[in-house]
């Protein structure tokens, strides 16, 4: 990446234990590249806190959430349009590519997981798609 300044990774806590969020709490506090954006205390909640996400306060990051739904919803592909607003985000070339390849082990696992399905907790069943 381009700039200077920490990039943070936005870290949801869910633990049904209000000690072992606790502990987590503090834990990561500690960490300079971390930012706690929600805790939750059980399944229903955390799903919850996920999809109802709304648009991040930093256009950096609304600029990599953007170009990652882009590249997957091209299928690989992304609008030039994208890419310039990624770029000029601050992002660089390599980051890209790097995204790129986070998006296709994310996608590899998918098709592995097609062949070998990985049975849903039951209690999940309600929230799966």
Known sequence: MSDDAP???RVLIADDEPLG????RMLLAQEPWVEIVAECAD???????IRNRTAL???K???????T???????????????????A????????????????????GNYLD???PTPIDPALTIEAR
């Open 69 to 87: 739904a882009d590249i997957v919803a091209g299928r690989g592909f992304a609008s030039e349009g994208a890419k310039r607003n990624f770029l």
């Open 21 to 24: 969020r606790a502990r987590l």
């Open 114 to 116: 097609h062949l070998d």
């Open 57 to 59: 306060q930093e256009p």
């Open 43 to 49: 399944a229903p909640a955390t799903i919850a806190a």
């Open 89 to 108: 985000a601050g992002y660089d070339a390599t980051a890209l590519k790097e995204l790129t390849v986070g998006i296709a082990l994310a996608t590899m």
């Open 7 to 9: 990039v943070k990774t």
């Open 61 to 67: 990051r609304n600029a990599l959430v953007k170009i």
